[in-house]
C-alpha cells in the first residue's frame, strides 16, 4: 500500500481479552461478549443453549440462507431500560428505544474497584471519581473470575449494594453504569439497588461487559442498543476508543 491508498488497515488481535482493533494511530476496544450457546443466562446453570436456527438455506434449495433467533432481552452484553424494573414506566413506554444516544456515547471512565468487595458507599468514595463525569464502567472481581466466559450462572458475583446505589446517585453525575457480569446490583440487592439507579430515568444501565484486559483509564464508549419498542432491555453492541 502506498500513501495515497484511503483504504483503512485494521489489525484484529485475538485473545482472551476484549477484541482490539488499531490502525497505528486510534484503537477500538470491543468490550461486547459473543453471544454462544455457552453464554451465562441469569438464574440458569445451562446457559443460553440453542438460540438461532435456519428457516430457510442455500442447501436445502432455497435462493439465500435466512435464520432466525430468540432471545431474552437481557442477554449478554445489554442495557436495562427504566421498564425493567418499574411497572409505571413499563405502562408509560419508556423502553430501550426512549434511552438517551447521547448517554450511551462519550468520554468515559473506566474504574477499578477493590477485590473481594461489593460496590458499596464505602468502595464508591474510596474510587475518588470526581463530579462532571457521566459515563463510568466498573471493572470487578467478576472479570477476574472470568465469570461471563462460565456457563453456568455464579450467584456470587460483584455488584452494587443498594447504599453503593444512592451514593452514585447523590454523590455524582453518573448517567452511564455499566458492569462486568451480567447484573449491575448484587445478588441480594437486585430490586433495591435498581429501583435506586432507574427511577429517575437518567442513568442508563449496561451489564455484562468484557473489560478482560482493558486497563482503567479515560476512552470514548459508543454503546448502541437496537431501537426495540416494548423492550425492557436489548443486547448492545459496545465498543472504546483511546
Known sequence: MNNNNTLLLLFCILSSSAV??????????????????????FNSQKGLGHFIWLVSSIKN???ANESEFKLGT?????????SHFFQKYYEEGFDVSTLSLQTL??????????????????VMKSLNIPRGVHPV????????????HR??????????????AQWLVDNT???LVGIDYLSISAYVDAAPTHHIL???????????????????????????????????????????TA
Not at 20 to 41: C, E, M, R, W
Open 137 to 148: 464502567l466498573f471493572k470487578t472481581l467478576n472479570t477476574d473470575r472470568r465469570l461471563m
Open 61 to 63: 434449495g432455497s435462493m
Open 173 to 175: 453525575d453518573i448517567k
Open 74 to 82: 437481557h442477554t449478554g452484553t445489554h442495557v436495562d431500560a427504566p
Open 20 to 41: 482490539v482493533y488499531s490502525d497505528g494511530n486510534a484503537k477500538i476496544f470491543d468490550i461486547t461478549h459473543k453471544i454462544t450457546s455457552q453464554l451465562p443466562t
Open 105 to 122: 456515547t462519550g468520554p468515559v471512565l473506566v474504574v477499578d474497584v477493590p477485590r473481594n468487595k461489593n460496590i458499596t458507599a464505602e
Open 198 to 240: 432507574l427511577k429517575s430515568r437518567e442513568i442508563v444501565i449496561v451489564e455484562g461487559l468484557n473489560l478482560d484486559g482493558i486497563k482503567p483509564g479515560k476512552y470514548t464508549v459508543h454503546c448502541l442498543p437496537l431501537r426495540m419498542v416494548g423492550a425492557d432491555g436489548c443486547p448492545t453492541r459496545c465498543i472504546l
Open 151 to 164: 456457563r453456568e450462572f455464579a450467584s456470587d458475583f460483584t455488584g452494587f449494594k443498594k447504599d453503593g
